[in-house]
């Protein structure tokens, strides 16, 4: 497993953490368990290209095995490069919904529809 949690001391807590450490400690926490779904709420907040990277492909490996995936995330490189559904949620309701198999999704309208160019006024985030 390489989350690349760098501390200096296996004792320190880990609120001790910087931010970056904490959220890929999270993620790893939560990927390395035994389950039928994974909620990743902003799972790449805050961390470095390399473990983004690598968040992503754990992911999808648990996606590949047959795991559900829901993320929720403001990032539309994340969404366009994850997802195979993209709902866009606005004030608690769906606004927009995408197919996104294979990547066919058209990437600026679910960026208007991230942005509130919908039937609704006002922004968004998307959920894969």
Not at 57 to 75: A, C, Q, T, W
Not at 89 to 102: C, L, Q
């Amino acid at each position: 497993v390489d989350f690349d949690v760098r501390t200096p001391s296996v004792f320190l807590p880990a609120g001790a953490l910087s931010g970056g450490n904490q959220q890929k400690m999270v993620v790893a926490r939560e990927l390395e368990r035994e389950t039928r779904l994974v909620v990743a709420s902003q799972p790449t907040r805050g961390v470095d290209v390399g473990s983004i990277e690598y968040i992503h492909k754990r992911l999808v490996m648990s996606r590949d095995e047959g795991d559900g995936v829901l993320i929720v995330s403001s990032e539309l490189d994340e969404i366009m490069g994850l997802s195979d559904r993209i709902l866009v949620m606005f004030e608690g309701r769906i606004v927009a919904e995408f197919d996104n198999t294979g990547g066919r999704a058209d990437r600026n309208q679910v960026g208007l529809a991230m942005a509130g160019a919908t039937e609704n006024a006002g922004g968004g985030e998307a959920a894969a």
